[in-house]
DNA sequence: GAAATGACTAGATTAGGATTCTGGTCAATA
DNA sequence: TATTGACCAGAATCCTAATCTAGTCATTTC
């Protein structure tokens, strides 16, 4: 680690290195200073506490998601089909970061007890708001049924995301994400969109 | 608890009473034994082990709401409506039932580990087979779309309504069942409904 | 003879106390 | 003024003796 990069982008740095490897509990504080070449108590200049440090990387971490999703539904295709492709986009993601996986779907031996709970609290509501957005501009262009409660809508799709992307995780739930995906396009992607008068016969 | 009443019955009410207030670590089998006024052996008579007296509280159990949620799925209205009072149902149903929550939503104070998988593996595949036999009978009444494959799509509707159920029992999703319900009901719904030549103009 | 029983035991679990650890603080140092 | 690491209260872990419990089966009862 050198010491030419600031202290907090080292502290920054050491705390993802840590807790990916090695999870909430049993990183400590002292193991994130050695990493980064500080004293002990430069860790509390730049956070108030350990768990704000875990927080900083989960957020981090969880913007490099985003940024792919923002890609997934601005992306060509029906609605319908960039649901989708978002859909497969998170099971990737978070089929290799562990350390967003495990606060969002559970994995005690990582993260668990309050700090995994407001983990997930955040990400849960970020990509609650890219759904809404989308949505949003969905219904203005036309595409999305004006019926549909965008915030309402954005919970519900997040919850059914969420369960098809454990569901792969969780071998005994026997449902293949390919199989899933498409019955959920069929299913969720048609009770979505908007219905226009057919142009032929 | 009355002798007259057969050994087999007393220990399955025994359990399920013991079960039911303790869970199933905190159970021993002297407990059932005891409520149930009879001998340790003769619990071993009746079920293999512990954990297969408990499957055996939960499969009865299990009908108990299987017998709800065959009401609701044969009940008027559309197979959007339907399905909506079948998630209704569970969720009321699973709201009230700790025994059957415990082991499918993962409540561990009272079952987790092996037993637990084994009696969430029990209420999945029930419910998605009480699912499919009404995909099918909806195909075959020309009310769901003959596209729809009757088996994915019973999967994939049982993690939604699961994912429903499991954000109405956790404060923290901020998604309360009846506005969960009216999307679920306006997306999924429409999803699955065949579409009929408008008779209209 | 069949059914029921409860004493027994191997292995699992718990409790309690000693020891170690760790997040956060702040006096000392550079 | 910024940085450091010793300090400490409370938390966590470890160890070991004691206790518990699922399952068995010889004995008893009907």
Chains 1, 2 share one sequence.
Do not use: C
Request: hydrophobic share 45%.
């Amino acid at each position: 680690m050198s010491t030419i990069t600031p202290p907090r982008q080292r502290l920054i740095e050491a705390a993802e290195q840590q807790f990916r490897r090695f999870g909430y509990r049993r990183t400590t504080v002292d193991d994130v200073t050695r990493a980064a070449e500080t004293g002990k108590g430069s860790f509390y200049l730049h956070f108030s506490s350990k768990e704000d440090a875990y927080v900083a990387v989960v957020e981090a971490s969880l913007e490099r998601f985003l940024a792919k999703a923002e890609i997934a539904l601005h992306g060509s295709g029906t609605v319908p089909q960039r649901l989708r492709t978002l859909v497969a986009v998170t099971a990737d993601h978070y089929g290799d970061d562990e350390l967003l996986r495990a606060s969002l779907f559970g994995e005690a031996a990582l993260v668990e007890g309050a700090v995994a709970r407001r983990a997930a609290n955040i990400q849960r509501g970020r990509i609650r708001s890219l759904l809404a957005e989308a949505l949003k501009s969905g219904k203005s262009e036309g595409s999305i049924r004006d019926t549909v409660d965008v915030d309402n809508a954005a919970a519900v799709l997040f919850e059914i995301g969420w369960a098809v992307v454990r569901a792969e995780f969780d071998a005994s739930a026997d449902l293949p994400l390919d199989a899933a995906l498409d019955t959920l396009n069929d299913v969720v992607g048609l009770g979505l969109i908007a219905r226009t008068p057919p142009e032929g016969p």
